[in-house]
């Protein structure tokens, strides 16, 4: 039933020498422009590059270090997505992580605005959730425990940032987990994080119309 090819909504800015250290798909496609097939912790399946190595390679020998990729991978077919995407507790359950451990830029990911809002020591592990209700206290002495782990340590990266291809109304890629550490990093000036692809079910393309307007709202509610 997996037959149809997903696409991400953003193009990254991703290390070209990562880029080809990546096998060569089972349906590698020679030329065209560089994509990247996402892994599936779950399925065992690394990230494998699904077309352009051509094109990676000369950039390379031109004395680029980074090269703009999209990713792809097969899924539900966006009619059947949108009904998933509705409700939050089903489309979870077709969450894929992830496997290769990317290096971008801050700046390149602050540049996406993949952000879902701010998460500052303010308002730090506020969840609406009760369930992870802490208190103002908690709450605070966890942020300064990163925040001073990140300061002293540099990030680390056996803990990736995570970012949901096709996330939000199954439309547009977004952060998943990382919003503190993402603000930590602007306020201390690290330059490179790792960053780890999961994937969603995607939604039928006019639902990145309805993306934009609900986004434009969220912003004029902060």
Same mark, same amino acid.
């Given at each position: 039933?997996?037959?149809?090819?997903?696409?991400?909504? =953003?193009?990254?800015?991703?290390?070209?020498?990562?880029?080809? %250290?990546?096998?060569?798909?089972?349906?590698?496609?020679?030329?065209?422009?560089?994509?990247?097939?996402?892994?599936?912790?779950? =399925?065992?399946?690394?990230?494998?590059?699904?077309?352009?190595?051509?094109?990676?390679?000369?950039?390379?020998?031109?004395?680029? !270090?980074?090269?703009?990729?999209?990713?792809?991978?097969?899924?539900?077919?966006?009619?059947?997505?949108?009904? $998933? +995407? %509705?409700?939050?507790?089903?489309?979870?359950?077709?969450?894929?992580?992830?496997?290769?451990?990317?290096?971008?830029?801050?700046? /390149?990911? %602050?540049?996406?605005?993949?952000?879902?809002?701010?998460? /500052?020591?303010?308002?730090?592990?506020?969840?609406? +959730?009760?369930?992870?209700?802490?208190?103002? =206290? !908690?709450?605070?002495?966890?942020? /300064?425990?990163?925040?001073?782990?990140?300061?002293?340590?540099?990030?680390?990266?056996?803990?990736? $940032?995570?970012?949901?291809?096709?996330?939000?109304?199954?439309?547009?890629?977004?952060?998943?987990?990382?919003?503190?550490?993402?603000?930590?990093?602007?306020?201390?000036?690290?330059?490179?994080?790792?960053?780890?692809?999961?994937?969603?079910?995607?939604?039928?393309?006019?639902?990145?119309?309805?993306?934009? $307007?609900?986004?434009? $709202?969220?912003?004029?509610?902060?």
């Amino acid at each position: 039933m997996k037959k149809y090819l997903a696409c991400s909504s =953003e193009t990254y800015l991703l290390p070209i020498a990562e880029l080809l %250290l990546l096998e060569k798909n089972a349906g590698y496609a020679a030329g065209g422009e560089p994509l990247v097939m996402a892994g599936s912790l779950k =399925e065992k399946q690394k990230e494998t590059l699904f077309s352009g190595a051509e094109a990676l390679e000369k950039a390379q020998a031109a004395g680029e !270090e980074y090269y703009p990729v999209r990713f792809v991978y097969y899924t539900y077919r966006p009619l059947l997505g949108f009904f $998933i +995407n %509705l409700l939050k507790p089903l489309k979870r359950r077709f969450y894929r992580e992830g496997i290769v451990r990317f290096h971008m830029r801050l700046k /390149d990911i %602050l540049a996406m605005k993949l952000k879902r809002g701010v998460r /500052d020591e303010g308002n730090a592990y506020n969840w609406t +959730n009760k369930r992870w209700a802490m208190s103002l =206290e !908690e709450r605070h002495k966890r942020y /300064d425990t990163l925040y001073q782990s990140l300061k002293q340590n540099g990030y680390d990266d056996k803990s990736p $940032i995570f970012v949901m291809i096709n996330r939000n109304l199954g439309a547009r890629d977004q952060l998943f987990q990382g919003h503190h550490r993402l603000n930590i990093c602007e306020e201390l000036g690290i330059e490179k994080l790792s960053v780890c692809f999961w994937t969603s079910v995607p939604s039928p393309r006019f639902m990145a119309f309805f993306e934009k $307007i609900v986004s434009k $709202i969220r912003g004029m509610r902060k």
